[in-house]
């Protein structure tokens, strides 16, 4: 079996992890859940840090622990790139001997490792860095660094523990691209662990939702929004969120034949748009008004979430909103319902982002 | 005693390794009357401590010095104070750092007890721990006269002997700096070293070493002063016997008696290589402010 299968059962004190993995060759899998749901944990097992209490981990084929066959495979002999949170450079060691770590530990010879990472330091944008110390890396750079470092040994499996979570919101944006590039030229199987949406939505083809140590939802980014099993998914993923090109203050979405108006005019470029579900008002006819957002779907799904309802919008543009009990039967919602809706340019969030 | 605990000059900003000297910088910006009696006691402590060098000085036969510092008891007790000195630092470091490791990462039943067994030559009176070495290590010491029955090899009054009394009051300071050192620094990034194929062995070479070498340095230096220094543990194990076991603080004793003016050159080399300790480790232990 190609990929990661792996039961990943620890306990810590009163903390109790229990958490069926798998990850295939060249898919993103992103788990995505708040500090303390036992992210860290994950990824001590996955790299040998932290044995297993019980389950098994399996990578293309090989058991790397398996507690009841009595194998643990120690983190220097599992192959698996990490790029740990906070990235971790040897602060001693130059960019290049950083990079060439993975390489000389293994016996390589000095000068092929250096050859070596030369070679994917060029590929990575890194070429002019290699001299440098650590302290003198922008955030950015650190986090491109420990990623090549991660990827330079040629490990079966990348391991990316909130690889972004460090930076600022604009170096984030144009980072989660480069690694997003990066994690295409990667063939084996790649996991996410992070406690950002966005990242996980970006970034992954499958997203687990991790709370209190258990896996309690597994999707795509669509099927998540539409579908939110838990509060914690609900309010996680009801971000509406969008890729397209910006120009002029208007942006053509990549996926869908829409366009949205935004306030920022000399965004250009690549865009991620987020729109609050909140923000979305619904009209039951065409209404006159300041929004600059205007079309007409169809409600596809109506839940309720409590003190408010989710609904889901079909065509042109899926997109959840959040209203109120009330604005539902005043408007007599239901589903297949014809709607309005309309949000104000000021309203949305446009980055320059990947794709 | 703790130098250089939290001192690593090569930790990025995020690290928690770095700390310390960052916020005795911030204190100094904050000025505070000093009450008059602290400063009068201080210049006391100042006098106190300045005074002997004075005298030293003064009486120091600066214009024999060259001719004194080349006689030949001289000599022989400073090769064999450098010699016996470095053997035991070197000692101290290969036996230290390990134990230093087994006590900052390891958890084991009565460490407590073993940490203060490793750090007992440091507050012992140095006469009664020369005076243990002789009844284990002596020609009919415990351990010594199997030794002896077996090689015809005995420690005591013999070079090694100071080499060993050296070591044994010079260990604890290689323990002590270094034990500091590895608890305050941060494992995950032995982690991360062993994530990319290190074994514990590179991991500790390549990776805990570099990151506790400011901190290594000083406790070898320090039980190297240690040893250049000892003096009751080496007379009492290994005796007094020059070209042997007379060291240069055993010969300051014993011109003392003699030749005064030898005595003072030899105590004149002796500041002199404390004093250039202290300006070579400078850094390290009073940090740029």
């Known amino acids: 079996m190609k990929g990661l299968e792996a039961h990943i059962v620890v306990k810590v004190g009163e903390f109790h992890l229990d958490v069926d993995l798998n990850v295939p060759v060249g898919k993103t899998v992103a788990l995505l859940g708040p500090n303390g749901a036992g992210k860290s944990t994950i990824v001590g097992a996955l790299a040998g840090l932290v044995p297993l209490y019980h389950g098994s981990i399996e990578l293309n084929g090989e058991t790397l622990d398996l507690p009841r066959g009595d194998v643990f495979v120690p983190p220097q002999r599992r192959k698996i790139g990490v790029v740990f949170q906070d990235y971790l450079l040897f602060d001693h060691m130059s960019v290049m001997d950083n990079i060439v770590f993975g390489l000389t530990s293994r016996k390589m010879s000095k000068a092929r490792a250096r050859r070596r990472a030369q070679a994917l330091a060029r590929s990575m944008g890194l070429a002019d860095l290699l001299d440098r110390l650590p302290a003198q890396l922008s955030g950015g750079q650190a986090q491109r660094v420990a990623l090549a470092r991660a990827m330079a040994f040629n490990p079966s499996m990348l391991l990316l523990d909130e690889p972004l979570a460090a930076l600022d919101i604009a170096t984030r944006n144009r980072t989660r691209r480069l690694l997003a590039e990066s994690l295409k030229g990667f063939h084996g199987p790649r996991l996410l662990i992070t406690h950002d949406p966005v990242d996980a939505f970006i970034l992954a083809d499958r997203v687990h939702i991790l709370e209190n140590g258990r896996i309690v939802q597994t999707g795509t980014p669509d099927e998540l929004r539409r579908y939110p099993a838990t509060p914690f998914v609900a309010a996680l993923a009801g971000t509406n969120l969008y890729t397209g090109d910006a120009k002029d203050g208007r942006v053509v979405l990549d996926d869908w034949d829409h366009q949205i108006q935004i306030a920022d005019t000399a965004l250009n470029g690549p865009v991620l748009v987020t729109i609050h579900p909140s923000a979305v008002a619904l009209h039951r006819d065409k209404p006159v008004g300041s929004a600059r957002n205007l079309w007409s779907g169809t409600v596809e799904s109506i839940e309720s979430l409590g003190d408010t309802v989710r609904l889901t919008l079909s065509e042109p543009l899926p997109v959840v909103v959040d209203v109120t009990p009330r604005a539902v039967t005043a408007l007599g919602l239901e589903q297949g319902s014809p709607v309005w809706a309309s949000v104000k340019a000021t309203e949305i969030v446009a980055n320059p982002a990947c794709s | ?289």
């Not at chain 2, 690593?8 to 916020?23: C, F």
């Open chain 2, 1 to 289: 005693m703790n130098v250089g605990a939290g001192d690593s000059a090569s930790t990025s900003p995020s690290s928690p390794r770095t700390r310390t000297h960052r916020m005795g910088r911030g204190r100094r910006s904050v000025p505070s009357g000093t009450p008059p009696v602290v400063a009068v006691l201080a210049i006391v402590a100042l006098v106190f401590l300045a005074v002997p060098f004075v005298g030293l000085g003064a009486r120091a036969p600066w214009g024999q010095l060259p001719q004194l510092v080349r006689s030949p008891q001289v000599v022989g007790a400073l090769r064999l104070s450098l010699v016996t000195s470095l053997l035991a630092a070197t000692i101290s470091t290969i036996l230290g750092v390990p134990l230093a490791w087994v006590l900052s990462r390891t958890v084991f039943p009565g460490k407590s007890l073993v940490r203060a067994a490793a750090t007992l030559p440091m507050v012992l009176p140095p006469v009664v721990g020369g005076a243990a070495l002789l009844f284990a290590l002596g020609r009919r010491g415990l351990i010594g006269s199997q030794i002896h029955d077996r090689t015809g090899f005995a420690l005591p009054f013999s070079m090694w002997g100071v080499v060993i009394a050296g070591s044994f009051v010079a260990l604890p300071f290689v323990v002590i700096t270094v034990e500091g050192a590895l608890s305050s620094v941060d494992t995950r990034y032995e982690q991360a070293a062993s994530t990319l194929g290190a074994g514990p062995m590179q991991v500790f070479r390549r990776i805990v070493v570099p990151s506790i070498a400011p901190s290594l340095r000083a406790g070898i230096i320090l039980a190297w002063a240690r040893a250049l220094g000892e003096y009751g543990a080496t007379v009492t194990f290994a005796g007094n016997i020059e070209g042997r076991t007379q060291t240069l603080p055993l010969a300051v004793s014993v011109a003392l008696e003699q030749d005064r003016d030898a005595a003072m050159a030899m105590s004149v080399i002796l500041v002199a290589i404390s004093f250039t300790v202290l300006v070579v480790m400078r850094r390290h232990w009073w940090p740029a402010r």
